[in-house]
């Protein structure tokens, strides 16, 4: 009990050293009202670059992009003479704050939600703010054909919860195809259920039946609400929580987000919407997408896609670095996600791989990690771009964002500081030294044999990203 006590509170101390690093820049600029970004070089994504610009923040917005711009009385002046703006990445595939991530238990689970599952305090939120991400798309893990709602969030480290939400945001779903919904690593594990379905034909089946069964859905309740406008007295059908998101994909109000490596599931989930009349808002990963380019084209789906992360599994070996360039070129909507927060803090440096891979311009590269995965998510006119009246999510750079030299001086988000490098450096020796203090506390101490006591059993596992998920449910279970 001790032991177990002991870690907690050194995790929360851990913790909470974390949150007070960025604490004192939110209060600050909060405290400074408007601010004004001076003589940067804007990287507008969608007017070209602005040397030698002025950026005026006011309300949480662009207020004005010029030259010699005159600063509001009491606001905040930031010389960023040599250094680039650009806007906040936005992350189209994330996992980042969210303490559940599967629902294993069935193959169609759209009655669960991301929202529900929300962490503000996760560290690294702040760590991607460092890297100049200030948008993300959470999304469900890839065990189910149909798996949960999606929640799109702005990255509000040290803000409560509800402020996180991105306003406005469309709502979305989670898809998957290919070895993770058929479960292909998970028969046999102890506490694990084998479950429909086992093969890929079974992924197919169960997406088309649950589409078969809220189309009739759909019709019960259409039907009951014309005969209500007619006044009739009629008894509602009964409320489907499984079901009722789907309806909303089936009119056009909810997003799918779709797992898939090969090409021949990508082709079969087309046909699967347009079968029933719906559109695939993205196909993520995509490894093979650059096979049927033109078909995904067609179908008028976006790609969010790796830039080179291949070859782990047998179904991901077929994938190439070139594959956003091809999809591009045929006239696809592409975006670059992390699926993982380490990745998600380096998403600069995957946009500018394509540089290389492809010979993708720098305007499109940029687009990659900023404008485009706006546009697939529904929130670009709100973000993505550097614009008078857009929200003030933006980043200040030492040097050209697709330089490996470059680095996150500020991050913006609705015009709040929320990572300042310099108070970050400055507080590190404090914080160094307010942690030695707390080690001394007799809770804090080692444990027996000068070891530290090992991770309280019935911890839930730390989520290594969304294709290691059951080796995470199967070290859980020992």
């Not at 001076?38 to 030259?67: C, E, H, S, W």
């Not at 704050?97 to 759209?110: G, K, L, P, Q, R």
């Not at 080690?439 to 044999?449: F, H, Q, S």
Request: charged share 25%.
């Amino acid at each position: 009990m001790i032991k177990r006590l002991t870690n907690r509170l050194t995790a929360l101390i851990a913790l909470l050293c974390l949150v007070a690093v960025a604490l004192p820049a939110r209060a600050a600029t909060r405290a400074a009202g408007d601010t004004l970004i001076r003589n940067a070089t804007v990287l507008t994504v969608t007017n070209g670059t602005l040397k030698n610009t002025d950026i005026l923040i006011q309300n949480g917005k662009i207020a004005r992009i010029g030259k010699d711009l005159k600063a509001p009385e009491g606001a905040k002046v930031i010389d960023a003479t040599g250094k680039f703006v650009m806007p906040g990445i936005v992350d189209c595939h994330s996992h980042t704050m969210i303490d559940a991530v599967n629902e294993f238990s069935a193959s169609v689970t759209s009655m669960c939600r991301i929202q529900d599952v929300l962490n503000p305090t996760d560290p690294a939120l702040y760590l991607q703010l460092a890297g100049g991400v200030t948008a993300l798309n959470l999304l469900h893990g890839s065990a189910n054909a149909i798996g949960g709602q999606n929640q799109v969030v702005k990255i509000k480290f040290g803000r409560p919860v509800e402020e996180f939400i991105f306003p406005d945001a469309p709502p979305g779903i989670k898809f998957a195809l290919g070895e993770n919904p058929k479960r292909s690593s998970a028969r046999g594990i102890p506490g694990i259920p084998n479950r429909y379905p086992a093969t890929r034909m079974g992924v197919e089946e169960v997406i088309r039946d649950a589409f078969t069964r809220a189309r009739d859905y759909k019709r019960q309740w259409d039907s009951y609400n014309a005969a209500k406008a007619k006044g009739e007295n009629v008894t509602p059908p009964r409320r489907d929580t499984q079901l009722d998101p789907l309806v909303e994909v089936l009119e056009g109000k909810r997003f799918v987000h779709s797992h898939c490596y090969r090409a021949e599931e990508i082709l079969m989930l087309i046909g699967i919407a347009d079968d029933f009349g719906f559109k695939v808002r993205t196909f993520q990963h995509t490894l093979e997408g650059y096979k049927v380019a033109k078909e995904i084209a067609k179908h008028g789906a976006g790609a969010s896609i790796f830039a080179d992360f291949w070859a782990y599994k047998v179904e991901a070996y077929d994938a190439i670095p070139y594959d956003a360039a091809i999809l591009e070129r045929a006239g696809v909507l592409v975006s670059l996600n992390s699926d993982d927060d380490g990745r998600s803090r380096r998403l600069n440096i995957e946009a500018a791989k394509m540089m290389k891979y492809g010979d993708v311009s720098e305007e499109s590269a940029l687009r990659m990690i900023t404008l485009n995965p706006a546009r697939q998510l529904g929130i670009d006119k709100r973000v993505g771009s550097i614009e008078v009246g857009k929200d003030a999510d933006i980043a200040i750079w030492t040097a050209h964002p697709l330089s490996v030299y470059a680095r996150v001086d500020m991050t913006f988000v609705d015009g709040d500081m929320l990572f300042d490098r310099a108070t970050d450096l400055a507080r590190r020796e404090a914080l160094a030294k307010e942690r030695a203090e707390l080690e001394k506390a007799d809770p804090n101490r080692a444990g027996e044999g000068g070891q530290p006591g090992g991770i309280p059993r019935g911890r839930r596992p730390a989520y290594k990203g969304e294709d290691n998920c059951l080796k995470g449910a199967e070290e859980h279970q020992q």
